[in-house]
């Protein structure tokens, strides 16, 4: 059973033309004019993309003895709704827990998946155990990038020399390191300054992480990978200090990337000053938002190069899940959704308004991280073999945005009311079309998770480069001698 | 009568894998495992990669009543030795000559090119017949990229109000400004002083044009380029100071690219210093070479993607031209070779230091310039569909640089006696192989003009962003009215 | 006839101590305690400062055939009466006419000045009278610093050559080269540009000169400067862009100062775009008010001392003068007011917010500019013997500023309706007691003219290090000789 | 007892002027033309300048059961000897120790002292008695800057935690927060590496701690610091990347000060790589000695004032001490000497070559640091009751520096060779002449605890600035509400 895409645009990372695009088993088998197949797809007016996807989700993560609400089903569902064909989630162990037992744990939740996954690793304890498990993780179950939390004190947080150690080990690996960058210990005291104030509410979790403390730590990142001669990728990459901090790693050639989050790009920290508490509380998310002028500056890392990736961090919580936190903002759950806005809202602010083009979109949103994570052209591409990862993208259809029709299992959506031109005709999964026409035609448990290899070519760059400039000792004799 | 390059790992700007690729006609028909066909080329052990293209060329440039010596055989010949299929070379009007006049003169000079070939116009002057033909130049003769000399006063120079003129019609018609960067005027005041103080030995060449003469240029030309809303693409960037305005630029979200040379990045000032009037002499160009703070700004700028493609500005003079300076460094003639040499010294000092990676390698000689250039995939891609220009590249294959058996005209080579391992074993121009393991087999005439479309989209989004964001008029009433 | 400022901490820009100060002969002839004088005057709760100093004024200026309505007698009265007892104005000359010929033109006018003031020498043309007569300006008027404009094509610019030579004659004669910093062929098109589509309004005055061209331009009278190896000052650095490349200047060991004036620092677009024409016509000057983001880049600039000096540039035209430009921008005189307020609204928004220490608020009000202006410790001190400029200034004393009750002579005030808090309780200009508690005591032609030596410490220091650092020439024999 | 200094100029951080100079009492008790007083010291040809204060030493300092070589006596000799007339050196608690405890050990070891002497404060543990004790050591003790060690991990490290604790403490008390900054985690890590890969030698010492890793502790104590509202002085800033994060720290208003020591500005890194094992031994310190590139960063730094003053970390061992550590890098004690070579250093390779002007060598030895302790005008001033701690300055005399002339007790230098041009002629501590023209005078004993007071002018600013931009609550009613 083959679908043909007809008369659409195909738009990459690297070019745009007119072809059609044959699609069967799964994968992309043919592209070029005038093809057919069992069924047709329409794409007359449309862009034919790489699907999206988005390196960083917690579906159904735990929390406090309760869950974050949206969970693979709902999640994926979500992401195919808005062109996201895959979706990378982080299996985080308990303090003392294996990598694999966690990784287990991730597995059972994931099988009811309408698209396909993949998992980072979180290393949130350090032992003779995890630097085992690095090994296997990475060669048994494909995962080769390692997420490193320096926030969340007494919890998820890993101090500098765990985070050497391990950055050390995943350079042996051929693995990539990749970074929370918040200076967890600043972070714990700004809160407790801010409670002991009276400063409960949820814009003081705004105050508590002001963007300097996420541009130190990312700063610390660098050089600790630099240091161990492993690429970092630094996630939710949200201001200017960080930013910055990425800019001058790269202009001395280091090896990082940054990811924005389509919330930083669009939404401003006066959400947290909303005379609502539920509106404010809504929005907490860690990072916070931040103000116009690191939007700014994020737009032009993706406009220059220096941001790689447009992520959501999607981790959905109800309204009931966030009032946990009334009267202690330290106590509100961090985390918003996103999964079915990122790539409209990422269109319209971006491609219609002339910041991207549309094939430093199909970068940004697709291609860009499957090349990163190892999994292109498999992932993020339209070519013959890729797996029909596929969005065909309307540039005329508009909407507005909002909870009331939206797929995610929360109450409310924090673009509520944003309109968007530009959204997804049809997404296809692997070749089965999920989104059609505004049709969800999602299949529960068709997603499956996708293994990733170590040493990509900047891992072998990099590790050649650091052995060629690796200190020598000085060849001497009669030690100690005489002289000045 | 087809050919196959069997058995060699496909390597682009965006992955590598192994494959077989067939070419018929000149262009690549079928990429895959196990093909065949009527010719074969055995790529055991070498890596396929689309042909290098050199962006920046003055083959048999008048000057001074003569030419530079080499003309687009004899330089399209040592393109190919060296693995570079397609040469940019430069349409230079004199003082009132028409474009498409100067053009013509072009057109028969390249006419015995071995390979393929596109140009650049230069805006050498300014007025309403150049402002007209801008438009024909583009639409008829498909060449979008117009370049400006902000040096050599009294000869190419344009002023900042000539060059606003033409940025802003290049951004009307979607064209691409290019810019020589460096202070005419001050270059000027320097040599009269250094020749006053009797400084006139090539090393007054280097002391006449510091880096802060052409930082200051290309900050002007980035500030010009943005008031006229037209992308930038800066030549021959040597240095740290014009660097640092490019990613200025960049961090701001302007659409701006620069161009190293291989001369810059593999060599540096000490030449002036050499003993040997000839020595020093030979290697006169500008910008002239920097020191080693400078190579490792422009090493960091293409790993970071700060700076996008690596040229020659192949210019070559004897040492009999070059004596017209003996005496008086402003009469040497300005210009080194590079041709033959810019693939395997990119990738002996970027690829097996682990600087690059060999995608990255493909990227800044071939794929991001086809990108730029709008001729991308015909160009810069091994693709279905795209031009058989192709170099199979043996990293295996070691040699040490020596005038004595180039394919240059000239005498001398700049990067005599360096040693170099990463070699072509064969280059295809369209289908036809040139190089044959060793032997040239280059067909004079083969080469053919590419031409090229405008309005690439990153000027489309460009415009698009420049007409949301232009001035718009206060509306008032009663004018002048009270107040404070 | 002495006179005694009793019972107030003096506060330099070195420190604060309680002290007497003890005034005779125009003179301060003994700091301590519990002195007594003729008079006293009682500092009671007051700091006792170096009056202010601005650099920066055009009292009648020449101007479209009238002049600017400040003259040196109402321009002085205003001055004394905000705190300055020093103002340094431009004498300008006319295309062609001598360096001489304009300072007497401009010692005519000075006559009634009821302040202390001295002159910078404008080069508005270049030639060898000019050349010439910058050294009988420097050695016998006492004037060794010279303004050159980039912008106001066709009447004051001058182009980079130009600049050059005159920078170089700087360097030789130990003077300060001076620039407004606009690039004035890109002003000159974008205003041709925006009035011929209808942008005619006074907002299109800020849009014919945004930032990016103020930041250029300073940029590269940075690097003219450094060639030609003198200290340079920029005035009026209004931009975040001309900063940057001021500290980019500082950070390389480069010789600059920038001067922010305080509308600048305290007042933003949005005037422009009030929907009174009048309004935003009287706040039209060059360059514009820029946005938030601008001035706290200034105000940091201060903070670190990356610029040094708070300047008015005040040149004050009525509205009717203004009203030249209803419907051409173009035609608008540039020029706001300023020196009756620039003291206490960097007061209010510097040292009450704490952004400023008291010291600071002194060193960047008089004592670094004397020091420039090399006038230290005449001008800009509390010393026995120094001149007896003070300021007592009550750090409780309100009010708010109205065009109504200044000394200006123009009908509105760009600051209207600002409140003040830190005002003079009295102002001496050499021992004359010209504001007493709220009175207008002035003096007319009580002001002098304060002559300058050339090579201050910073130009033997800079001219020391071109020396050393200067291009040597290659000692070659047998030139040319052989080799590679 | 009178003392005049005749004939000379005097040189302050402010200006130069001829002038005679009357000491009494240990003070300057006049300063004007044709003084007499019992007895002369001839100045002519001489400046007459601030004697030069060491904010920085370690004398007769703790370490593995032994001292530092140099103690109060030997050190302030060696002090003297090179025009330095003050030294501040710090207490260091051992772990659990109370900081009056500490204080009391301190105090006894400098009875012995030539000239006058401070302490710093080291907070190397955190805990309620600290918290408490920090108020007392301000208030009795007058010591208002506290040192924070980021390296020495195990030892005297605290962590980001204590950092923020105890600078918000010294926000609270009007203190100065110091850091030693190299990131102690990342330093262990990698010495444990090199040391396991047989790099034992000296220059592993300098491997262990890349200027990377400076940059980084540089970068977060700055966040710390802002967070806590507290000034922050970093010492020993030895490289670009903590310069550069000092220099972004000021350039967005932040109030921090950096300190270059006077062998970071003069020694690169080679000095390791010498093949005697004692020579680069005698070399360790941390931070280890850099490269040209970050010298050239240091000097511009002091020329631009992004870097405040020039210390000498001075901490002199015995070649024998540093003999501990053959076979381990790691114990060889950390520390050179300088206090006798500072000034005659600073003055040849800075003013000499014009990088800096006479008045800013005595800023940036002298005036700076006096005004940033809080003992300006005490210390750090030519004024009429100030100390008469005076350096008379002949620029013509010269020598070449060797340890067999020199007053430290070890028994080598690490400017052995240099030529220095610019020495004391006298050398005066509170009127006491301890150097006269080449002989030592100094009286064991005559130095005096200089005591400071807290709440300099940048600490009230920084308070206000930090109060008024301090965090507010939203006010809310009927929390949580509806809305979106
Ligand atoms: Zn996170
Ligand atoms: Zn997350
Ligand atoms: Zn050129
Ligand atoms: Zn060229
Ligand atoms: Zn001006
Ligand atoms: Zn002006
Ligand atoms: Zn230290
Ligand atoms: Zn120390």
Redesign the interface.
Known sequence: MSTVIKNGTVVTA???YRADVLVDGGVIVEIGQGLSGDTELDATGCYVMPGGIDPHTHLEMPFMGTYSTDDFESGTRAALSGGTTMVVDFALPAPGQGLHDALGMWHNKSTRANCDYSYHMAVTWWGEQVFNEMASVIEKEGITTFKHFMAYKGALMV???EM??SF?RLAELGGIAMVHAE?G??V???SA??LA?????P??HA?SR?S??E??AT??AI??A??AGVPLYVVHTSCEEAH?AI??A????K?VWGEPLIQHLTLDESE???????????RVMSPPFRNK?HQ??L???L????LSVVATDHCAFT?DQK?FG?GDFTKIPNGTGGLEDRMPMLWTHG??????????FVAVTSTNIA?ILNC??KKGAILVGADADIVVWDPEKEKTIT?ARQQSAID??VF??KHVKGLPRFTLTRGHVAVHDGEIRTEEGHGKFVRREANN??N?????????TS?R??E?TG??????
Chains 1, 2, 3, 4 share one sequence.
Not at 197 to 201: L, R
Not at 479 to 484: L, Q, Y
């Open positions: 690297d070019l745009s101090n500098d020399d050497y150690a050390q200076n210990d600043v714990a005291e700004l300054k801010l104030q009276g400063n409960v509410g814009e003081a105050y002001p300097q403390v541009g130190e700063n610390r050089m600790i630099d240091m910055e800019r001058r790269k202009q001395n050639g090896r947290y000053f909303n005379q609502d508490w539920d509106h404010a509380a809504r002028q700014d500056s737009w032009a890392g406009q220059s190069g220096s309204t009032r009334v491609v219609n308004t002339g910041r991207l083009t549309p094939n430093e090349k292109y052209p909870a409310y959506n509520e009311g070519p900047v072998k760059a990099l590790s050649s480069w650091k052995e060629l200190p000792p000085v001497r030690i100690p001698a005489t002289g000045v």
